[in-house]
């Protein structure tokens, strides 16, 4: 029989495309999810539990059925937006839901654990090329839970023997290139998403967030990653931890980043259609630039990002997005 994941957040977009790649690896994915952003159409590779991390109780339950290997953390908030408008909400949420988490594994003897942390963690670092051993300073709520998270895990791997797996992301774009998953946020917040829409008509226009930041044209850069080489690297972390080889922390880009200005140009080539764009203010908790190292990974877990091309992101969301999506 294969072995069982439990997958916190496995309905949302990129626990979803986790899914996918843990079942071509030959486990059993276990949803956990609350569907609070997530989609019922978004499990397709095992079992849907509906739980709240928030309720303890539930997560007793789904770990004493399902008696899984390892748990994959997805299952939180993270939009750095809404993480400044109301803060107490994502250290209530992200921090409470996962020590609930944390708790229950102990308790119940599961001691592998991935973890999607975050680029936001690192704040604004004027620049650098982020490392795992770059200092982490967030400057938004989100970076500030995730980070508190990471803490956690470590005196959870003290205390119960937890092994775990981090993973810090930067910035995570594409869908499925079978076009079985992709990303669906309700509302959406996310550059490419957003860009897409407006290019398609479903909106006037992007709203570009700040053109004077201190980058080479004014508009903040970031590190995409394409969700299936993501995706990809968690089953080689799980792995990691199921042949006991401990710890591990990893940067999860390509070392290569592209300001806002540069995807939208790309967006260009790939749809042959104009981006109607208007020019907005700065976004609260934005950090200029956020590039990563992406050696660790490559080297450490074997990892091999084989998507991630701004083109092939924007191709593959372009082509996501002229499917019908998950019905409500
Ligand atoms: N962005 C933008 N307009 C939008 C959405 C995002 O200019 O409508 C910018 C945002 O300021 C950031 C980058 O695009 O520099 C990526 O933002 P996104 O929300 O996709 O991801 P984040 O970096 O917040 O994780």
């Given amino acids: 029989m294969a072995e069982k994941v439990l997958v916190t957040g496995g309905a949302g977009y990129i626990g979803s495309h986790a899914c996918k790649a ?33 309720d303890r109780a539930s997560i007793d339950t789904a770990l004493a059925e399902h008696r899984p290997a390892a748990v994959m953390h997805f299952a939180a908030l993270s939009l750095v937006g809404e993480s400044m408008r109301d803060p107490g909400r994502y250290w209530r949420v992200n921090v409470g839901g996962a020590l609930n988490l944390l708790e229950a594994c102990a308790a119940a003897g599961v001691r592998n654990f991935v973890f999607s942390s975050t680029c936001a963690t690192y704040g604004d670092q004027d620049g650098v090329l982020l490392t795992e051993e770059t200092p ?41 290139p079978e076009g079985e998953t992709g990303e669906q946020h309700v509302p959406e917040t996310h550059l490419i998403p957003l860009m897409l829409d407006a290019v398609a008509g479903k909106c006037p226009a992007l709203t570009v967030f700040g053109t004077d930041y201190p980058t080479r044209d004014g508009t903040c850069v970031r590190d995409y990653v394409h969700v299936t080489d993501l995706a990809e690297a968690h089953v080689l972390g799980l792995r990691r931890l199921l042949d006991g080889k401990g710890n591990g922390v990893f940067c999860l880009g390509t070392g290569r980043g592209f300001s806002v200005r540069e995807v939208i140009e790309a967006s260009r080539a790939v749809t042959n259609r104009e981006v109607p764009v208007e020019i907005g203010g700065r976004r609260a908790g934005d950090a200029a630039a956020l590039v990563s190292s992406s050696t660790h990974a490559i080297e450490e877990l074997g990892w091999e990002p084989q998507h991630s091309t701004l083109r092939q992101m924007i191709g593959d969301a372009w082509a996501w997005a002229q499917k019908p999506g998950f019905a409500e």
Avoid at 137 to 165: C, T
């Fill in 22 to 54: 843990l079942a071509r690896a030959g486990f059993e994915p276990v949803v956990f999810d609350n569907l609070s952003t997530g989609w019922k159409g978004a499990v397709r590779w095992g079992p849907l539990v509906e739980g709240d991390l928030m």
């Fill in 136 to 176: 982490q300073r967030p400057i938004n709520a989100y970076g500030g839970s995730k980070l508190a998270i990471e803490q956690m895990l470590q005196d959870f791997g003290k205390s119960a023997g937890i092994s775990h797996v981090i993973f810090r992301y930067f910035n995570v774009a594409g869908a499925d």
